[in-house]
């Protein structure tokens, strides 16, 4: 083989190198799918306690769901919902907050409340809805929503 033939293979051994690794590197940034949501979670916690709020529990799980966010706005429990989108196109990630989607949470959030003894407890539902755009050095676009909606279901909770 030629060393003409051999350069240029390197070359494109090179260069499908550097698209190889480009690629890679959308996978190891935050905005990834599967790291997409725990860094919108972060993200959340950060802003939430730059706020005044003190984190209690992340990523809650329960046979009957889970809860992003358990925090303490002074005197008031609040179970937060992080919705984290990579675009805005398709609206604000918080509209990804269903009615079914509150019935879970409220479920959860009755369930916390129930084995720590808190029925009393003065709590709320928060939404936290970011748009982080892939790329490196894309900052996240955070909206806080306090009292996104009130418990939603059956029993001595809800209305």
């Given at each position: 083989m030629s060393k003409t033939k051999l350069n240029?293979?390197?070359r494109w051994i090179v260069s499908c190198g550097r698209f190889f690794l480009q690629c890679l590197s959308a996978f190891r940034s935050p905005t990834a799918p599967r790291r997409l949501g725990p860094a919108g979670e972060r993200a959340a916690a950060r802003f939430l306690q730059q706020l005044g709020y003190r984190i209690l529990a992340r990523s809650h799980r329960q046979r009957l769901g889970e809860i992003d966010l358990i925090a303490l706005d002074g005197d008031c429990?609040?179970?937060?919902?992080?919705?984290?989108?990579?675009s805005g196109d398709d609206g604000d990630p918080s509209l990804a907050v269903d009615r079914r989607k509150?019935?879970?949470?409220?479920?959860?959030?009755?369930?916390?409340?129930?084995?720590?003894?808190?029925?009393?407890?003065?709590?709320?539902?928060?939404?936290?809805?970011?748009?982080?755009?892939?790329?490196?050095?894309c900052r996240p676009?955070?909206?806080?929503?306090?009292?996104a909606f009130e418990a939603v279901g059956h029993g001595q909770f809800f209305r």
């Open positions: 240029s293979i390197g429990l609040v179970f937060v919902e992080v919705k984290t989108w990579s509150q019935e879970r949470l409220s479920r959860a959030a009755l369930v916390y409340l129930k084995r720590r003894g808190l029925l009393e407890q003065q709590c709320r539902f928060d939404v936290v809805s970011i748009v982080w755009p892939a790329g490196q050095g676009t955070i909206r806080h929503f306090p009292s």
